[in-house]
């Protein structure tokens, strides 16, 4: 016991046992609400551009394999093809991007058609993808195979709902097409 009494004690406050408790009670929720607020405004940002990547990977990984034979390879030669390839790609995401926002400003339903269609069809490639990852197929939920299928796309159109409002605040800043859904 003369050992312990002789260490020094560096910024050590010392508390009842009570007092202790306290203060984590009172520091641990606010700390727990503060980590919550970012991980809900990482999530919201991360949402916003998984909901908008899919058809940008399509529509511009699309344009470049197109354009790859027709156009890359007879203006440039080694690797500067690939940067044309990327050029090509990124103006097809603009271009995309732009005649989207004015179908949205100009045709609102006709812009939300074309974005359900679209997230409808994201979110099944994720469902499927994420589906045959971890189950190796889409699940059985019943014991029809045929319901099993309908209960599956029918979850999938719930899911696209969630993306199909996620993507009208991207385009055009969801001013415009608010009250379609």
């Known amino acids: 016991y003369s050992d312990m009494v002789n260490i020094p ?3 050590i406050i ?3 046992n009570n007092q ?3 203060i ?3 520091v641990l929720p606010i700390m727990l609400i503060f980590l919550l607020i970012i991980l809900y405004k990482l999530s919201k940002m991360i949402s916003k551009t998984v909901a908008v990547l899919i058809d940008f990977l399509f529509i511009g990984g699309f344009t470049a394999y197109s354009l790859h034979k027709i156009i890359s390879v007879k203006i440039a ?3 500067a093809v690939y940067f044309w390839d990327i050029v090509f790609f990124i103006a097809a995401c603009i271009l995309y991007y732009i005649a ?3 179908l949205v400003i100009n045709f609102p339903r006709l812009a ?3 974005n359900y269609i679209v997230s409808w069809i994201g979110t099944f490639l994720i469902y499927g993808v994420i589906c045959v990852i971890f189950i ?3 699940p059985q939920l019943l014991n029809n195979p045929s319901f099993s299928m309908l209960t599956n796309v029918i979850i999938v159109s719930l899911l696209a709902i969630i993306t199909f409002n996620i993507r009208k605040s991207v385009f055009a800043n969801g001013e415009t097409n608010e009250g379609l859904c």
């Open 112 to 114: 939300a058609v074309i």
């Open 9 to 11: 004690t560096i910024a």
């Open 14 to 16: 010392k508390f009842k």
């Open 24 to 26: 984590v009670i009172i």
């Open 77 to 79: 030669s080694g690797n």
């Open 20 to 22: 202790r408790w306290k």
């Open 100 to 102: 989207l926002n004015y």
């Open 136 to 138: 190796g197929g889409l």
